[in-house]
């Protein structure tokens, strides 16, 4: 896996600042007013730091920006990044400047001089998350990167409250290198093994391989990577952090470790893109991985179905019936349309298994939804209005782009089939929703339950605050928030 930025945390020395030979870092306010470790590094500088909150050109700096100045006499360091965050700062903000200063310090060793535990696990973190670098295929990759040091005057507390968000970074980076990783890479033999080793942090894995699948009766599924030489498989994954008798909260991953589109191939330009396509289940293992390392008091299950949708000989084919785990029968009428089809058995086992207290799937799961939502934020499609609200709360906190769309009848009847229970598409218009309704189909009443369509935000061509271009790790930040808000015991 991607390593995270190295991180260390010592007690303020003033002669270690002195003395350090890449970029010391400090922050003041809006204000003009300079943290305690900005009015040591001041005095060591002759008051260069001051000189330059006094500027005319100070008026125009915001919050979350970083300024260098360079060369500053009286210091050993190749230049002084002033960070500008307000007191009362926003977690945006904080983790904003953090991404900069990666930016500003060109590999160089920073030396972060900064007091206030959660401000500098803030700055750390975006400086992390934004130092992912997918370079497993680059031969001419650098062995290793230079860390960070954090100066605090209370340098414990400062680990402390950044312990819990470098496990949302860890589960970000596996995230990230799963939806990256090639597709001759990741087959689902590999993205399984690769759940498997999660057993060393605490969590239950089981891999469940296409004799039991069929056991079952997992058939929607099944005819999915039926044409593909991979064989299909779900892996659940079980984190027991909170009370023995309380019902987990169910993460349900699409893992289509390629989609060629099946018999209804889709066109040769941009198919390369559909290595993302087990973005879903990759969110879902990553965040696994974060309330694991961060020992969440919360009960989880994270199940992925892993299948390859590819043409063949003996392919599923368009018309073909097929019967769900549940019983209903489905029309297939496009191949391409496999999300679905892969998710209904998973989640109606997720239910019949585990009774869960809530249900989230998430799915790179349409075309359509980039065309509604770009990608800025991911499609919410759900059956419950709180639990709604609490996710679009918990993303929004994380500034992670997320928008509810409408689910309805009128949407569920354009899924009616001539000769099945229904088909598995609806036609073009509202084809992120008639997607939903189908998943809906497939979730009990009882059950509360959240979709996030993530084909837009999953991968993404230019880079973004937090994330280089390519895998994002979206939702990673908001469900381990959901999880941190609403299903902890403490
Ligand atoms: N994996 C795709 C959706 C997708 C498209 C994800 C672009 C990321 C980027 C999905 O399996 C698919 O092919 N959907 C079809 C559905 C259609 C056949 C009803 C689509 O969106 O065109
Ligand atoms: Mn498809
Ligand atoms: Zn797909």
Not at 143 to 166: F, I, N, Q, R, Y
Request: hydrophobic share 45%.
């Amino acid at each position: 896996m991607t390593d995270l930025t190295p991180v260390s945390f010592a007690a303020t020395d003033i002669d270690a600042i002195a003395g350090h030979e890449g970029r010391v870092a400090v922050v003041v306010t809006p204000e003009g007013k300079l943290e305690l470790s900005a009015r040591r590094v001041n005095r060591l500088t002759k008051g260069a730091v001051q000189r330059f909150v006094d500027s005319d050109g100070f008026a125009k700096v915001k919050a979350g920006q970083v300024t260098t100045l360079a060369w500053p006499a009286g210091m050993a360091a190749q230049a002084v990044d002033v960070i500008c965050l307000p007191r009362n700062h926003s977690v945006e903000e904080a983790r904003k400047a953090g991404a900069a200063l990666g930016k500003a310090r060109g590999g160089k060793a920073l030396l972060l001089a900064a007091d206030g535990a959660r401000r500098v696990a803030e700055i750390v973190f975006g400086l992390v998350m934004r130092d992912y670098d997918f370079a497993a295929h680059k031969t001419d990759a650098e062995a290793s990167e230079t860390g960070v040091t954090v100066m605090a005057s209370k340098p414990d507390e400062a680990e402390a409250a950044a312990a819990p968000l470098l496990a949302i970074a860890e589960g970000t980076f596996m995230t990230r290198d799963l939806v990256n990783e090639p597709a001759n890479v990741l087959t689902t033999t590999e993205f399984a093994d690769r759940l498997s080793e999660m057993s060393e942090l605490g969590l239950e894995v089981e891999v469940l391989d296409e004799d039991a699948l069929e056991k079952l009766g997992m058939r929607t599924l099944l005819c999915v990577g039926q044409g593909s030489d991979s064989p299909s498989k779900v892996v659940v994954m079980q984190w027991k952090g909170g009370a023995d008798d309380a019902a987990p909260l169910a993460l349900v991953g699409k893992g289509v470790v390629f989609d060629t589109g099946g018999i209804s191939l889709k066109p040769a330009g941009g198919m390369e893109d559909m290595t993302m396509d087990m973005g879903g289940a990759g969110v879902v293992a990553g965040t696994m991985r974060a309330l694991a390392r961060r020992k969440a008091k919360a009960n989880v299950v994270g199940l992925v179905g892993l299948v390859e949708n590819m043409p063949s000989g003996n392919a599923t084919r368009p018309g073909d019936v097929i019967t769900s785990m549940k019983g209903d029968t489905v029309e297939v009428i496009n191949t391409d349309a496999e999300g679905r089809l892969v998710l209904c058995d998973v989640m109606w086992y997720a239910q019949e298994r585990f009774a869960p207290a809530g249900m989230i799937d998430l799915a790179t799961l349409t075309g359509a939804i980039i065309i509604g939502l770009g990608h800025e934020n991911a499609g919410v499609f759900s059956n419950d209005d709180g639990f709604c609200d609490a996710f679009l709360k918990a993303a929004s906190k994380e500034g992670e782009g997320a928008w509810r769309m409408p689910l309805g009848q009128a949407y569920d009847d354009l899924l009616k089939s001539r000769i099945a229970d229904m088909k598995n598409i609806g036609g073009r218009p509202a084809g992120s929703v008639t997607a939903a309704q189908f998943l809906q189909r497939f979730v009990k009443p009882e059950t509360p339950w959240i979709h996030l369509d993530i084909a837009g935000v999953a991968s993404v061509k230019s880079a973004t605050t937090l994330a280089p271009a390519g895998a994002t790790g979206w939702g990673v930040m908001a469900l381990n928030r959901l999880v941190a808000d609403g299903y902890e015991t403490d």
